[in-house]
């Protein structure tokens, strides 16, 4: 394969033209590396190498003007815009900012495509003049705004630029304007000079006039790359732009239009791959390379072009060992490397000036990887310790000082993070700085250097010094908001480039800068509708038919510009790998792209179409099944020892694993902040406010007198538990409020049940609240003690009959508390595990001699508390009515059986804890 370049280079040899004087204009920078590689293989003997320009840097320099940054544009355009508006009228640059970025995009337009200025901004406003909305004879005020902006374009823009041009300054439309209107009298000035356009596709007006004049005045050669498919069809896109210059320009009519080639015909692999995602894709391009360097050792023939520059990490990490040299041309964007996503934190904290943060924010800055290691002593981790007094102390919201109170080593860094920027851009500035400074000073300490993170550190100073300079400059960086907004517009722009050998080995690039390069394989990645091409986007003030009338370019000249880039890289290659996404995403890009569709309807090559589904490996995870080793044996024996409660036996009837690791291991649930009062935290509310109340009216009959001084108590003791267990959490507003009022709603109802309960002649004497029994079991078959322990919520007496009595804050129905068969007791434990935890407290207390038989055992649910007392039963069958609700001497005889086996089950080394299927 012959390079497009290398075909050009050859042809100006023929005309015997010698290569140090000429002027090589090329699309872009890139192309240049190229076009001296492939002149020095032209050359018998050395040369001055010739001048080669990117068509950017040609037009700056016949405009004489320099290039200005969109972030400095913003500001310049706000000075002409405060010059212009009355005060009253005037919007901050906040607001400006929001829609100055699209008026300049409509000024750089404009410009380049050199529309007369006065023409269209009259037009615009005329057309808004007959649009406005209003049918009434006399305008509104906020019309009259509307209509008031658009009068003023021309003043902004005239302002504008002729502040820029007295400066010698100007944006992109505004220089090539100024060229186009120097063009004679560079002319003059360079009437030795040759200059060669070569790869050029789309040319704006300005770019057109420049190349046209220069042409005429036999000044210039030019070298279109253009296959004969794409010209010669009049609707093909590809060819949309050198159809018009073919037959618009004067030039062409007497001289030949070099060149229209005939490569893209030639034989080709063809391959389109649908591939789920961008990971799937990168993963792909991996197994491509791979599988290409097998019999291709030198990948310099190689390009891998992406459709979307953040799956440039991915695939860099996908790239095979058997490559050993790559260049990449796109450069990693900056706001992608981790360090952005630190100062992202760190001004969504601070945007709105709180006086305390929120805990999820405070704990990912704290563990963010470039703040972390910042907070290491020779034995410990701070950061890890204040995290953990976050979660231990229920901090939902935290001031700077809460997060002193953990440590007096490291306040000043907790102040660099937290301390308030004061809505004041430069106490925000001098922050971020200071914490990068910081990070050096920690870089330069560490045992393990790593040269990227001091490239990071580096690139974000740099960033920072420039926000620094705006805004000693223009001073309307005045809040965090609007610093913010202007930090997201610098990073955007800023890139980490790579440095490698750029004409050896893979080549990595973006769409763009594969302009005028050729590749004999070629993988293209993200080619979907909405990336490949990017279609339609309306980010400007000029309606679309405003737009066609003037001849400026619309979504479709847009669309065009894809078409023929994407075409051209497929001309002269011989394999091509176009790899699309499958799964639809609405905001990055839809279906495969039409540029696949029109291959398939061109019937040119035949294409080889691939879907790669993702194999999903059936991932068989077998219950889990954990021998009783000596050592597994002796932490039961302990356990046994210290004594099993219901709550833990029930535990091993759910699941025998989460009994082992609970129990033996001793691996407790993460404890993350309560930012909701959670179930538990409620229900011990419960149970400690009734214990208060009811606590010291032991061996007492209970009053109406009693009660009702109960309900005068609530509120008091209830608070008193919530802040007890909810620590420094805020019970005072939102969800928590109201799980507190329930709180208080539940007791309240249960004391008013009591009431009604005595009033209808009922009598109750309380005998015990929350007692707390350990009794000792002997079991057949084991030569150690066992215990089992355990805390009663209440044990009463309601007209002579002794309950037996548990709180539940949860829903539980009549059913839950009734059996069929013992032996189902300890193996269903949806079904049974309520009654088995209330015949153990019945048991136990039986056994310490606190109840004598019969008695009644139940629970009390405050959630359908008006169901009363849910008192156990034995049942005949599932379908039969409750028989024995009475707790005698037969019953815990039964559960006594049941229960020994239990423990005996769990106590046996021949058995081992095997995990239960849940559902």
Known sequence: MISFIKTVLVDLKNKNLKFEDLRFVLPSKRAGVFLKHHLSTLLEQPIFAPHILSIEEFVEELSGLQNTSNTELLFKLYESYKELTIEADLESFDSFSKWAQILLQDFNEIDRYLIPQEQIFDYLNAIKELNHWSLEATQTELIKNHLKFWKRLKDYYLTFTESLLQNKKGYQGLIYRE??????????????????????????????????????????????????????????????????HKSKWKYFKNEPFNWITSHYCNKKKTEVIGIP???????????????????????????????????????????????????????????????????????????????????????????????????????????????????????????????????????????????????????????????????????????????????????????????????????????????????????????????????????IMGMLESRVLDFETVIISSVNEGILPSGKTNNSFIPFDVKVENNLPTYKEKDAVYTYHFYRLLQRAKNVYILYNTEVDTLKGGEKSRFITQLEIEGIHKIKHITISPEVPIIESPLKQIPKTPLVTEKIKALALKGFSPSSLTNYIRNPIDFYFEKILGVKEFEDVEENIAANTLGSVIHNSLEDLYKPLEGSFLTVEHLKTFKHQIKQIVTKHFKGLYKDGDFSKGKNLIIFEIAQRYISNFITSEIESLNNGNQIKIIAIEADETIDIEIDGLVFPIKLNGKVDRIDELNGVTRVIDYKSGKVEQNKVEIVNWEDLTTDYDKYSKSFQILCYAYMMHKKSLIELPVEAGIISFKNLKEGFLNFGKKESSHSRTKDQLITEETLCNFETELKKLVLEICNPNIDFIEKELD
């Open 179 to 244: 060229a186009a209107e120097n063009l004679e009298a560079y002319i003059e000035s360079n009437a030795d000079k040759i200059h060669v356009f070569l790869g050029f596709n789309a040319l704006n007006e300005s770019e057109s006039r420049i190349i046209q004049g220069l042409l005429q005045n036999d000044l210039a050669h030019i070298y279109w790359d253009i296959d004969k498919t794409f010209i010669e069809d009049p609707i093909h896109d590809a060819g949309l732009f050198t159809r018009n």
């Open 277 to 507: 995602k961008l990971i799937g894709q990168a993963k792909y391009i991996g197994q491509l390379l791979e599988d290409i360097s097998k019999t291709n050792k030198n990948l310099s023939s190689v390009a891998v072009v992406l459709g979307e520059e953040n799956l440039l990490i991915p695939v860099l990490n996908s790239i095979p060992k058997a490559v050993t040299q790559l260049n990449v041309t796109m450069g990693l964007p900056l706001q992608f490397v981790p360090l952005a996503s630190l100062f992202e934190h760190l001004y969504a904290i601070h945007k709105n000036n709180p006086q305390n943060f929120y805990y999820k924010d405070v704990i990912s800055i704290l563990s963010h990887p470039s703040i972390y290691p910042l907070f290491k002593t020779e034995s410990k981790n701070i950061s890890g310790e204040i995290i953990d007094y976050i979660q231990k102390n229920n901090l939902v919201y935290i001031t700077v000082e809460n997060l002193k109170k953990t440590n007096n080593i490291h306040n000043e860094l907790l102040d660099l993070l937290f301390k308030s920027w004061e809505d004041n851009s430069k106490v925000a500035l001098k922050s971020c700085s200071d914490l990068i400074f910081k990070m050096k000073a920690n870089f330069d300490n560490s045992k393990k250097k790593n040269s990227l993170e001091l490239e990071y550190l580096y690139r974000f100073n740099s960033l920072f010094n420039q926000l620094n300079e705006l805004n000693n400059n223009h001073k309307y960086l005045n809040n965090v908001s609007i610093l913010h907004t202007i930090y997201k517009e610098l990073l955007s722009l800023e890139t980490l480039d790579f440095k490698g050998e750029p004409l050896e080995g893979l080549q």
